[in-house]
């Protein structure tokens, strides 16, 4: 799957310390961290995916600010530098 920057894309995965959202279901898995850029001029989205391996869950979507956008999108690249399937 090509990586893209409008595209809900995980920069982040971190051990289950809490649920984001009410779900039960997705409990007891890990938190991916996803970040995407809705349009030039509305900015940088994050949220949070809880999943399991069964089922997953969404968390809210917040707004980034464009230098927090870039800094994970920057870190997201150079984790998939290998990778040429990376479009922007």
Known sequence: MKLKVTNWNTYRI????????????????????????????????????????????????TTLTDFDGIVAWVNLKRSNENDETINE
């Open 14 to 61: 971190t051990g289950f310390k809490s649920g984001v959202v009410d779900d039960q279901a997705s409990a007891g898995g890990i938190h991916q961290h996803q970040i995407r850029r809705r349009n030039k001029k509305t900015g940088w989205e994050h949220r949070i995916v809880q999943t399991n391996g069964t089922h997953e869950a969404k968390g809210p979507v």
